[in-house]
């Protein structure tokens, strides 16, 4: 089985979490710009989910550019991710309209490691298919930033009860992470190329 | 024609259906954990038609990558399937506010019973397209679990105003029937590209 | 420019305009069978709705299989069609929800005119830059049905504060025009490949 | 990396963006043509914000037409440009429920900018990544309509508290420039095949 049909079905669903989350910012009755802050914490926790997924999207995409073909187990390991993922639009907006409360923010990190944990579960899927000499299962190589990020998440779970700032940095902080441009799977592309 | 393009509108409309069923869980005004708990139902049925959804993906996915080509008879029949699984987040949200109360819980169980029959003209539909002599009708084969699962949804809608337990206990074991991995089409299509 | 691309963003609108709809089918409070009667003309018009966008889509497919390449005025022409699409929600639950009353149908009706003239004018579109003599001119031919659609609504606006039940007749009677087996893009086709 | 999967999943959201827009069209209780009267401004801006998402697409649709590969750097100003593009049906929705009122009005103007500097940035972007002398950079070119637009909503928002109207007016006008047909791209394009 091609890798075509899983990447349509999963840019669908991400695209339409990416957009569901927006539905939070419900448009207020007052006409003033005092009316837009009370939605500033929803559009800040709006932000970073947009930034999440933007993550896992990118990441998706480079993983199954390197991924040769599906099997029923990779499949299933997918729907897996996508449902975490799926559950972003309620945390969002239930850490959002709270304004960082403790157990709203303590959730949305327990989705997000949930999210972690099924993407790198399915990293190993792809590799248990295609074996540890493959080209995607060196492209993945160590994946040290897969593993640190479910251990910020972890973190940052108890310690939405102590401050729930510091949890939201800790998010923060794990988003950033992923931004530092990480080409180790598009050099490894650009290098079979050659 | 080409199944293509009925793929990419399939993926759609399942990757929606999949995603706006997560709307039935609505953002609790209170922010402690307690508040979730009567979310819960309504999660777990998310969940067992989160898993449903995968499944008809899956075997949709499958059953396109065998067949060659399409008619306006099988648009047609797809679209049948896709309007069940769109009642899907109705039920869905109906059977999980109401606690697995009587009638929802046949309810849904009689759009799960349509979908599954749905399925199965699909498939026919399919096979008089192509000839019983042909690489998808054989790769279908006798397809007993898509004629099984019509009757355990078929018996458990009775049983749901016995005991809704046990009707939506039917519901999970046909679910879990799919999960059992079998390979038959998988099979089918390697032993062609041999 | 290729199809392709104007093909994947037409599914996918119309693949959310599909699903959108049943969210008008709003979860009832009761828990018994009674509580779905008065969903039934929600459901019933969903069901009309349902089955035009499947027309349209199918229409759609059959027409970009036969075009070759699309042009600034073809991609507007398309997203013409499609604007009136999308009001298909909006004015299906409103004839739904109101059980048939007088203007919520004749609004359907003119969102349905509006809708078979963009169709008109994008397979003009289509025809004017390929050229009369070209093979998408001759698999559109005549196009009775797109023709005639037009008219019967034109008759059924009206007609809607007489009886809504006549023209609403009148939309089904239309939509069932479109059911019976009209094979001449397909046919034109299949000639073209031999 | 191909342009392939950006493409297809901007289009998603895109396709998600344009029809979520609609739900601000809520379905009324009255059943008289009276009842559509308050529902105009809605509607007037969502037919502005559809044709903005339209143009959207349709640029986009060109640029990667003419561009070859995409970046990390490129993923991410695209998916920046979403961002913006997923805050119309918000802004829409707002301006549209108050009659235009003067912050509601600026608030759109605003979101506009900002979408139209994202898309800027987007051009340079795919332009540092194949060079100036690519065929991307000279399909591109001047592009003096997106350097004028964010101009005209950089005057529009102040001008929202004098006169909405006027504002408004501007968005219109600077919608009416991109639809005169510029076929700087398609040009480029079809010398290339030549």
């Known amino acids: ?8 079905f999963s840019d669908g669903v991400l695209a339409i979490i990416i957009t569901i989350m927006v539905l939070e910012l419900k448009v207020p009755h007052a006409v003033d710009l005092a009316a837009l802050k009370p939605l500033l914490p929803v559009l800040l926790s ?4 947009f930034i999440y997924i933007g993550i896992y999207w990118n990441n ?4 199954f550019q390197a991924a040769k073909e599906v099997s ?3 499949l299933w390991a997918n729907l897996h991710l996508l449902f975490w993922l799926s559950l972003f639009p309620f945390t969002t907006g239930w850490m959002g309209e709270n304004h960082l409360a403790s157990t709203p923010t303590a959730v949305y990190g327990f989705v997000l490691l949930m999210a972690a944990i ?6 190993r899927a792809i590799v248990a298919k295609e074996g540890r000499d493959s ?3 060196r492209a993945i190589g160590p994946d040290w930033k897969g593993k640190l990020s479910p251990l910020l998440y972890l973190a940052a779970i108890p310690l939405a009860f102590v401050s729930p700032l ?3 940095g800790l998010y923060v902080f794990a988003a950033f992470l992923w931004f530092i ?3 180790r799977i598009e050099r490894a592309l650009e290098k079979r190329e050659e």
Request: aromatic share 8%.
């Open 60 to 63: 998706h995409h480079h993983l």
């Open 118 to 123: 099924a993407y790198l579960i399915l990293e």
């Open 72 to 74: 029923g187990g990779i």
């Open 1 to 8: 089985m091609k890798t075509t049909r899983l990447e349509a």
């Open 166 to 168: 510091i949890a939201s």
């Open 181 to 183: 441009p990480d080409r």
């Open 135 to 137: 080209f995607v299962a």
């Open 46 to 49: 709006y932000v970073l989910s």
